[in-house]
């Protein structure tokens, strides 16, 4: 776990499955690791963020049951947008960060997500040209470069996807939560 517990890549989704509805705490726990299997989740590790999200103001719990339901608060929501820009402006592979900020990407105002995601078009659009310029002035076999032609046909699919989909929320095709 990292140094810092606010940094664990688990807070996002954790966060984000509060925003959906609160749970019990292993509900949380069920639900990281049956929609996030790309992530590593331990039990005792989901546990230890809830409690830490839950000192920090960002989750509070409900009820005086035994088994309290937890729900993300205010702070906790501004938390999970700022992650989720963050997120999205960063890791041009498209890895399990952008993936995860992705799933939240709802909890931001319409107009700002397609901003943030015309940004992130900008940025790959620029790692596309760094790469088209390596493996261009290469004095190698292709072969030997394989993963950089691989990322780059990646890299176009990551625009043309993230273009469609900035179009979509412009247009107001694709749904919004209220």
Not at 8 to 34: D, K, T
């Amino acid at each position: 776990m990292p140094k810092n517990a606010l940094d664990n890549p688990l807070v996002l989704p954790i966060l984000g499955l509060l925003v959906e509805q609160p749970r019990h705490a292993y509900a949380v726990f069920s639900e990281v690791r049956g929609r996030y299997g790309y992530l590593e989740v331990r039990n005792a590790t989901v546990y230890t963020l809830l409690e830490r999200l839950t000192a920090e103001g960002w989750v509070a719990a409900t009820g005086g049951a035994e088994r309290d339901v937890l729900a993300v608060t205010d702070d906790g929501v501004a938390a999970l947008a700022e992650r989720v820009r963050k997120q999205l402006g960063a890791d041009l592979t498209g890895g399990p960060p952008f993936v995860t900020a992705l799933a939240y990407l709802g909890i931001l105002p319409p107009a700002e997500a397609q901003a943030v995601l015309r940004e992130r078009i900008e940025l790959v659009r620029e790692e596309i040209e760094g790469l088209e310029t390596v493996t261009r002035e290469a004095a190698t076999l292709e072969v030997h470069m394989i993963e950089a032609h691989y990322l780059l046909s990646r890299l176009h699919h990551d625009v043309e996807w993230l273009e469609g989909t900035a179009d979509r929320i412009g247009d107001g095709e694709l749904a919004w939560p209220q």
